[in-house]
């Protein structure tokens, strides 16, 4: 991530309000991308960055290890998020064959049209977007979060066999997503 | 060349994800194999990309107000949550009684818990009969009336002599003449009243039992 993880450091007493907003100031962006990903919407990811930032300084006392106040957010952040998607019906950790859709497959976002129009990025969410909740959520974790396997699996309750799975397939549909454009134009 | 690996396992490969005896078997695969490495690389090279798109914002959003709304709307959620936590109330509560005076405060706390009780199962325990005329006394005095005006019967002690009011009715023993020198009420329902004659000077005692 661009911006380095918080270094606000809990103490026994509850936070005082200049360093509540300091904490939420350090760790807002990384947080709010990390739902933003997740849910594929900014008006989802506001809310449930809100939400996540409400939890973690009601909940400031469960934390033990003062130096994985980044980390412990994270894991609040996205269980925030995974809750939303499973509630919201859109991802399911507990049936590996169940087969869901993909958050997004409007027309705007065909590979075609956003390649033409530069939007790298762009191009590269819609294909984050094309996977399943299940396997953008675990993709992400273990990519960007830099979560191991292990840590990822205990994250989703659910299996590393499973998570393995769901990380493999991810990459290699994102992998022929990148490719379709590429090999239209060599045609 | 033998058969190519999976792509899921070249996937897992590339990350070290795979388990340990097929990374094994894949890592010698791949060594010989161009097309497997290649495949590899742009697994590898798809991680870094997404971790720097991770990085940025969806386009057009405007970070600095959002942050700002986000920041605001955290600041909202978490005082209301204190208003509503049960745990936050009590640890106010608690804050704000000095230390010296807690346990004061919890034993008188806990004396006034015991006076209720025991009112409670006194109350529970009188004859119900009695509870509806104590309830109607306690009305009364709440309304600003005497007590004795709604107690059924009633016994009155005055100058003139002794009354005892029921229903409507009343039963009076009258002392013409005579002037009232105490008048005595026991909690068993009795009324006693001694006049003495002004003129004479004669002592009558007067008591009505109210069954």
Redesign the interface.
């Known amino acids: ?3 380095a993880p918080g270094s606000t450091r809990f103490d026994a007493a509850p936070l005082s ?1 200049d360093h ?2 300091r904490f ?2 350090q760790n ?2 990384r947080v ?3 739902i ?2 997740m849910v594929g919407n ?1 008006a989802d990811a ?1 809310d449930l ?3 996540a ?2 939890k973690a ?2 909940r400031q006392d469960q934390l033990k290890d003062l130096d994985k106040a980044a980390h412990w957010l994270s894991r609040i952040a996205s269980n925030t998020a995974i809750d939303f998607l499973r509630r919201s019906g859109r991802v399911s950790f507990s049936d590996i064959d169940e087969v869901l859709e993909p958050v997004t497959t409007a027309h705007e976002n065909n590979p075609e049209q956003l390649m033409l129009r530069g ?1 790298h ?2 191009y ?2 819609a294909g ?1 977007n094309s996977l399943t909740g299940r396997e953008r959520t675990a ?2 974790l ?3 979060e830099g979560l191991a ?1 292990e840590e990822v699996a205990a994250q989703l309750n659910c299996s590393k066999a499973t998570v ?2 769901h ?3 991810a ?2 549909k ?2 022929k997503y ?1 490719e379709r454009p590429r090999r239209k134009g060599q045609a | 060349m033998k058969q190519h690996v999976k792509e899921t396992d070249l996937a897992l490969y590339a990350s070290g994800d795979l388990r340990l005896w097929q990374r094994a078997a894949v890592h010698l695969h791949v060594r010989q194999c161009a097309s497997c490495r290649e495949r590899v690389e742009e697994f590898r090279a798809d991680a870094r990309m997404l971790r720097e798109a991770a990085a940025k914002l969806p386009e057009g959003l405007d970070w600095a107000r959002l942050a700002s709304e986000m920041t605001a709307n955290i600041h909202v959620g978490l005082a209301a949550g204190e208003c509503v936590s049960p745990r936050g109330r009590a640890g106010r509560l608690h804050k704000s009684i000095p230390a010296v005076w807690r346990p004061v405060a919890l034993a008188s706390f806990v004396a006034a818990m015991l006076v209720v009780l025991l009112a409670g199962g006194w109350w529970l325990n009188m004859p119900s009969q009695d509870t509806r005329v104590l309830s109607r006394a306690m009305r009364s005095i709440w309304h600003g009336r005497t007590a004795i005006e709604e107690r059924g019967p009633a016994i009155e002690a005055s100058s003139e002599g002794i009354e005892l009011r029921k229903d409507g009715g009343s039963l009076g023993v009258s002392q013409d003449a005579a002037q009232l020198v105490t008048v005595s009420v026991s909690t068993q329902g009795s009324a006693s009243a001694n006049y003495v004659d002004q003129d004479t000077g004669q002592v009558t005692i007067t008591s009505v039992y109210a069954q």
């Open positions: 991530m661009s911006e309000s509540q907003t939420v100031e807002m962006r709010f991308l990390l933003y990903r900014v506001q960055t809100q939400e930032f409400i300084l009601q939007e990025h762009a590269l969410e984050l993709l992400l273990r990519d960007v396997a393995r799975s990380i493999a397939n990459r290699v994102l992998r990148l």
